[in-house]
């Protein structure tokens, strides 16, 4: 099965390259069956249509009204559509726990759809290089929590994805003009849990960093061994999977696998073209390695608001997660709000504020877990974003801005002895976006 996937994906790419480089004396339009590669504006009329497009991760659902500008080529009856986004940045940060680093965060995802019977058959994968260009497991990111790496707690950084971020075949049947019944079996994928993840929704589409909430509300959108169940009707979706609950470990480079330990479901409505709203509960088994004894229940609500004008767009979300333990019922929960507003064509100003509880292992200050340690949520940190960038150059199909932002910190009293009372931090990067 994985070996299919990787044979797509290059033959995916292959074709996607030969429509790019395609000679006047070997148009597409001289081919049989081949339509000339072009961007597409993906804007779907209905949740039917726009579940059966699946321009994101996963089976998530932003707004009808979102842009999904993608390349797309069409022959003999399969649609072959590529879209990624790349990030170089640098990063300063202040404070007693600051660190610097240039570093890149990115993804790729090559797909192709055709009709089969009464539905829609995808098959998609999304690659990412920040296993090479991330380096010593994680970016600087004051405050940041999630994950391990080779025995330690990953703190004040955000890991890199893995290479395989999704590996899936989707399968969408009508049963009848306006009920939608699909199928998502994933080796590496995105369950039915939370929102759009923040590298693919519009409301964070130019910021490079993650959410200090990113374990609170959306860090399953790479997990193993996913199957999904969906049935939508009209503008209301039901969905339930389930999946491997451990998150992905140290090594970047390989597919992790597991049972099927882990439940998940979702329940989605979008009622007009510029909303959409979610709310998600799991039970995860096993999440961290370092408390392979703790399972954890969380729940996701979120809003997400999205208004297209003339040479521009207004991307929002409102999200909520909370993570309880069911080992001890300790519960940290995590408020986001974020923006993105584009402009008179090449301009994008955005804001992210959080509100998000922190767990007594940034007391560890990257050390090693010690023997009989618990890991408590006990207390509070807001971080507050504002960033800006602008479009240069006018190469077909490849958006280039450069831009940055920078987040200072309202910290508690608990930890301004390890981080000071006025962190903060700064990037500068340049933002390269297929389309």
């Given at each position: 099965m994985r070996g299919i996937f990787l044979m797509l994906t290059i033959a995916t790419g292959a074709v996607l390259s030969a429509a790019q480089d395609t000679q006047p004396d070997m148009s597409d339009s001289d081919m049989p069956g081949m339509k000339h590669n072009h961007t597409m504006q993906m804007k779907p009329q209905s949740l039917l249509e726009l579940i059966e497009q699946h321009s994101t991760a996963g089976t998530d659902a932003q707004p009808l009204s979102t842009s999904h500008a993608m390349l797309t080529t069409e022959k003999a009856g399969w649609t072959f559509m590529f879209h990624g986004d790349a990030f170089v940045a640098d990063i300063q940060q202040s404070g007693r726990r600051g660190r610097d680093k240039f570093f890149s965060t990115n993804w790729i995802m090559p797909m192709a759809q055709r009709k089969v019977g009464n539905g829609t058959l995808t098959f998609r994968t999304m690659l990412s290089l920040e296993p090479a260009t991330i380096s010593q497991e994680r970016y600087p990111e004051l405050f940041q929590q999630g994950e391990t790496a080779y025995g330690k707690p990953i703190t004040d950084g955000q890991h890199p994805h893995d290479l395989f971020m999704e590996l899936a075949v989707l399968y969408d049947y009508r049963l009848t003009e306006k009920t939608l019944l699909s199928f998502y079996f994933a080796p590496m994928g995105d369950p039915a849990m939370g929102p759009v993840a923040y590298p693919h929704r519009a409301s964070a589409s130019e910021n490079p960093l993650a959410p200090l909430g990113h374990h609170l509300q959306d860090s399953t959108h790479i997990v193993s061994d996913v199957v999904t169940v969906g049935l939508a009707y009209r503008n209301v979706r039901v969905e339930a999977s389930g999946f491997h609950g451990r998150e992905p470990d140290e090594h970047r480079w390989n597919i992790d696998s597991g049972n099927l330990d882990t439940w998940s479901t979702r329940f989605t409505v979008v009622p007009r073209k510029n909303w959409s709203m979610q709310y998600s509960i799991?039970?995860?088994?096993?999440?961290?390695?370092?408390?392979?004894?703790?399972?954890?229940?969380?729940?996701?609500?979120?809003?997400?608001?999205?208004?297209?004008?003339?040479?521009?767009?207004?991307?929002?979300?409102?999200?909520?997660?909370?993570?309880?333990?069911?080992?001890?019922?300790?519960?940290?929960?995590?408020?986001?709000?974020?923006?993105?507003?584009?402009?008179?064509?090449?301009?994008?100003?955005?804001?992210?504020?959080?509100?998000?509880?922190?767990?007594?292992?940034?007391?560890?200050?990257?050390?090693?877990?010690?023997?009989?340690?618990?890991?408590?949520?006990?207390?509070?940190?807001?971080?507050?974003?504002?960033?800006?960038?602008r479009e240069i150059g006018n190469i077909p199909h490849l958006s280039t801005a450069i831009g940055g932002q920078v987040t200072w910190y309202g910290v508690p009293q608990a930890l301004r002895p390890e981080y000071g009372q006025h962190p903060a931090g700064a990037v500068l990067f340049l933002r390269l976006r297929v389309h």
């Open positions: 799991a039970q995860l088994h096993s999440p961290e390695a370092g408390a392979p004894a703790e399972d954890i229940r969380r729940m996701t609500a979120s809003v997400i608001y999205n208004r297209p004008f003339h040479n521009g767009n207004w991307a929002s979300l409102l999200l909520y997660g909370r993570n309880q333990s069911l080992s001890d019922g300790n519960v940290g929960s995590g408020y986001l709000a974020e923006s993105t507003l584009g402009f008179r064509g090449r301009n994008n100003a955005w804001m992210r504020i959080e509100n998000v509880d922190r767990t007594d292992e940034l007391l560890l200050n990257r050390g090693a877990i010690p023997p009989g340690f618990t890991e408590r949520y006990f207390t509070r940190v807001q971080a507050y974003t504002a960033g800006y960038d």
